[in-house]
């Protein structure tokens, strides 16, 4: 993989990130060294936009997400999967059960492709055709174009690979930092370095309701942590008693507040003031104690899903953004259990369902604040999975289909071409999109699906490449328009 540019940064940047590091009480030499991060649209911004990343955790199965519906391609689909025709089968969803959820586009496919979602993301559905979500086809990591030819090449100096392809963690790691495991960077953590030299309240610029993630992580902007129920608190500065004791209480809130003359327990207080500071203006926001306050958020959630219970929070925590200071934010999100080797049929249907009941609430309440334009979610995941069934589920794989709701997406649309239901085992045209047993081989990577959202968020052009280390061998400036740098799913700003 490459590693980031920091000549692509300005000089002007870098002195005003490290002023604005000393004024956190960042005292890190790598931070100060790595924050050398150019000028972008979104520094200087006075309106709001936020990203939500909804990580579904370990590689959802692509081909019952975004399932083929035309009668050729189902037909295929049914057969690979170990289905019986239109009935379904193995892990074939049946045919009659997508007519609910069968996208409409506005413009429709080529070849008379057709996809419906999966029978139990009806919300989502609703919300394509309604022009308020799209769906990026078979996208995953790239270090550069690849046909399946150059995948099989032995020649991985001229056609490298991303690194530990079908690795659970490794390839977290490359969607969320373009880095195998043990990044310490994240593409939303470096949209949070642009956005800092306007935001005074750093600290929530990216904002987590998932805990730790390289993702949110930047180079001078920290990923602050929230649990569903609000700010982590403080216990032993907040609380009235610490294991009973009153005593022991005061105790250990003079321990973590009083100054020292050692570097590193000085350092330990001002963190810890921070985070006391942090946990009142989280608690703040969400009580809408701004000037004239705010409603409550009226929108219902559904129950007894996590992910809804996280997309809650941010959309209060949106709804609280005067309060913590902040015109730019990323967020992330996630739910696990994605990895069905086993049960697919059985599993699966929960799993979409509460993606897309989170989804389509969290959209609704977007509505409801007045910020529908200004917010945009969209999913990301370990990796596809095989078309071929292993039996009771699919294995790991490598390119998939994700989706992009918000006010401000060209919704009712697809974006990226469809590729053909086939298990890449032979040569014929219709398998070059394939690498056996039915893994795409990624005809948009990771790192244009991000470039377009980050460009809606307000990055220039020339900050791209410091963010995104691969995005260089893509575009038409490395002569590649079928991988184009704008895949064209968001409203670009002027």
């Known amino acids: 993989m490459h590693l980031l540019q920091p000549h692509l940064h300005t000089r002007r940047a870098f002195l005003q990130r490290a002023g604005q590091l000393t004024l956190a009480g960042t005292a890190l030499p790598t931070a100060l060294n790595l924050a050398a991060l ?23 199965d692509y081909a019952n997400t975004v399932v083929t519906f035309d009668p050729a391609s189902y037909a295929q689909y049914a057969t690979v999967r170990g289905g019986a025709g239109e009935a379904g089968g193995g892990i074939a969803l049946a045919h009659a059960d997508l007519q609910r959820t069968l996208l409409q586009p506005g413009t429709p496919l080529a070849d008379g492709r057709q996809y419906a979602l999966h029978p139990a993301m009806t919300g989502l559905a609703d919300l394509f055709n309604a022009g308020q979500a799209a769906v990026q086809l078979n996208v995953g990591p790239l270090v550069v174009p690849l046909t399946r030819t150059q995948f099989n ?38 949209l949070g370095d642009l956005a800092l030299r306007s935001n005074a309240k750093s600290l929530f610029t990216c904002m987590s309701v998932t805990g730790n993630a390289v993702f949110l992580s930047g180079d ?43 570097p590193l327990e000085n350092e330990y ?8 500071e942090a946990e009142v203006h989280v608690a703040a926001a969400l009580a809408g104690s701004q000037s004239g306050g705010t409603a409550p958020l ?11 219970d996280q997309l809650k929070m941010v959309a209060r925590l949106i709804q609280g953004r005067d309060v913590l200071g902040a015109k730019r934010q990323v967020f992330m999100v996630s739910l696990g259990g994605f990895d069905l080797h086993d049960n697919l049929i059985a599993q699966q249907p929960v799993l979409m369902g509460r993606v897309s009941e989170a989804m389509a609430a969290f959209y609704r309440a977007t509505v ?38 918000g006010g401000a997406v060209k919704g009712r649309a697809f974006y ?14 219709q398998d070059q999109w394939h690498v056996g047993q039915g893994r795409l081989l990624p005809s948009t990577s990771v790192d244009q699906y991000a470039a377009t959202l980050a460009r809606w968020f307000g990055v220039g052009p020339q900050e791209l490449g410091g963010i995104l280390p691969n995005l260089r061998q893509f575009g038409a400036g490395a002569g590649r328009t079928d991988y184009p740098i704008d895949l064209g799913f968001m409203g670009m700003p002027a």
Request: charge should be neutral; proline fraction near 7%.
């Open 153 to 190: 090449s032995p020649d991985r100096k001229t056609y490298p690979l991303p690194p530990k392809l079908f690795s659970h963690n490794d390839q977290q790691s490359i969607w969320q930092s373009s880095s195998p495991e043990g990044s310490t960077v994240g593409w939303g953590g470096h």
């Open 298 to 308: 009226m929108t219902a959630f559904p129950t007894g899903n996590p992910l809804a």
């Open 416 to 429: 990226g071409a469809p590729p053909p239901v086939s298990i890449g085992n032979t040569a014929a045209p």
């Open 38 to 60: 150019g000028e972008a649209a979104a520094a200087t911004a006075t309106d709001y936009k936020a990203l939500v990343c909804v990580f579904l955790y370990g590689g959802n």
């Open 368 to 405: 409801e604040l007045g910020v529908a334009q200004n917010v945009t979610a969209f999913t990301a995941s370990d990796f596809g999975r095989t078309l071929t069934s292993n039996g009771d589920g699919s294995d790991h794989g490598w390119g998939g289909h994700h989706l992009v709701v």
């Open 269 to 276: 207080v001002r963190v810890m003031q921070r985070s006391r």
């Open 220 to 262: 001078s902007a920290l990923q602050y942590q929230v649990s569903t129920g609000g700010a982590v608190r403080v216990r032993a500065a907040s609380d009235n008693a610490v294991y009973g004791s009153k005593a022991v209480k005061n105790l250990l809130s003079e321990m973590i507040s009083e100054p020292s003359t050692h």
